[in-house]
């Protein structure tokens, strides 16, 4: 391994002052550098540099940032030292309009350890991990590297950070991509792109088509027979449904499912979306660690993740894992709660709420008119017992283009996101109404669940627990109408849930009575005493 001398890479920035913004200097940069080493043995003039970078630049498929000829020689012959490449990398990556995933150090030094003991270890899309990248090499150094990017400008980059080490590998290549290298790895780290709207090519077989789900299961097909992934993923991947639940049961019974960790809210500065931490391994599952880390010493709610401390810590074992019908951390976590154990353990049949009821989200609407037809019912109309039909907004449209939405007797409405969970039964009023998209409307099949059983349940502590349990974001809540198909709910006779239905309404009725009783009294004895 040899060290080349670095020049920090404002020095670059300044040399592209006015000639380029700051989030294509990386490309200014490597493109001066890729056609010095090109053409190290020869003198080329103005013109002839300037070709050459542009073949370069069709190469990388990368636009040519500067605006002619003589700005690009200016620069070529100004800058003649090797700049800092992985400070470089990590201010392009940080300026990005959109901003790409950096991994914080905190969580690079979680994600490190487990390196220890393996002999070879790939580092998925190594961009994302700067500046942090070479310092996990050089720490081991007895190792050899694998780093990957599908971007060829950062895999160039990562290139010269390393140039001179003998035991790293720099390929331009996609996980998202089935077949994307031949060779496995004791060690895989990787934080792949989640949350976004692209998917996999079809007919690749594998289980998800969502970008973070094909990373999970394609890099697990390269761990050797001793080996590890170690991967971020958005939280969904514990409780989600459909083909989530697939890909779960597909890990559990054929890798060992090692860890699961919930990471603190906001690590990663461009997301608002919960992430956690896996750890699977060749083998079979058999107990897995469960844990909550937290941001020890965060200055504001929303600043950056410093340090991780472990917050919770336990270990579940496969039985239980299967019997609760996810991985998600809470309810793994609440096991140890007394009153959810009782819940649990007891004889009360439970069945999915998908089996009994129809879910679905409201429409999205824009056309609001107060002369309008149609009730709209948004989050705010939902109080804590009934809907405020009062003040529902009204729309203008017609009926007949709204009624696969028109809200049915009965129909339960819950907030798909905010900040409490609260519920209330829909009854019928004088005209149509509808719920706005930002509510979840859950419409029992009346032969098997009753409404107002289903809202005493969800209203309750337990409840409440398993609807947080599905929560999406960070601390606004953000749930899944598909996913709450998979919440257990109990499930007593009919009969027997009618009865607990009809004592709720009966004593909601007496408690709004005597609320109203004792108001009256207080304004009949405050008229009094301030009579004067």
Known sequence: MTKTKKTNSWTYYNAFRGIMGVEEALTGAVLIAETKAENKDRELDKEEAYEAMLIIAGKLREPNPFKDVSQFYRAYLELEDTPDWEELLYNSIANERYGSILVPEALTTVMEKRIEGA??????????????????????LDCEFTITSQNSLY????????????????????????????????????????AG????EDGLNFICRETDMVALENLLLHISSSGELVIVMPARITFSAGRVYDLRRFITKMYKLEQIAELPDGIFQNTGIKTCL????????EDVVIRKYSAAGRKTKRGPVEKMEITEDTFAMLEEIEEIGDWSIDKLLTQQDEEFMRYQASDLKKI?????????RGKAVSRKDSNGAIGVVNISNIGQY????????????????????????GDVLLPARGTAIRTAVFHAQGYPCIASSNVIVIRPDAKMLDSVYLKIF???PIGNSLISSLQQGMTTMNISYKDLKMLDVPFPTIEDQKQVAYEYENSYKDYIQSISEAEKRWKDTLSR????
């Not at 994307?180 to 060690?187: C, E, L, Q, T, W």
């Not at 809907?387 to 049915?408: F, G, H």
């Not at 005493?529 to 004067?532: E, R, S």
Request: glycine residues 6%; aromatic residues 10%.
């Open 119 to 140: 002999s070879t270890v790939m580092i998925a899309e190594g961009e994302k991990f700067v500046p942090s990248l070479r310092s996990i090499v050089d720490a081991h």
């Open 278 to 285: 896996l750890e699977v391994a060749a083998g079979r599952t």
């Open 529 to 532: 005493l301030q009579d004067f």
């Open 386 to 409: 009934e809907i405020a039909y009062d003040s529902l907004d009204k729309l203008d449209e017609e009926e007949r283009k709204v009624s696969n939405y028109l809200l049915q007797e």
């Open 155 to 194: 895999a160039k980059v990562i290139g010269r950070i390393f140039e001179g080490y003998d035991n790293v590998k720099v390929l331009k290549t996609s996980i998202y991509r089935y077949g994307f290298i031949n060779d496995r790895f004791d060690r895989i780290l990787s934080v792949p792109n989640f």
């Open 197 to 200: 709207r692209d998917l996999a």
């Open 458 to 460: 969800i209203d309750s």
């Open 352 to 360: 999915p709420l998908g089996e009994v009821a129809q879910i679905f």
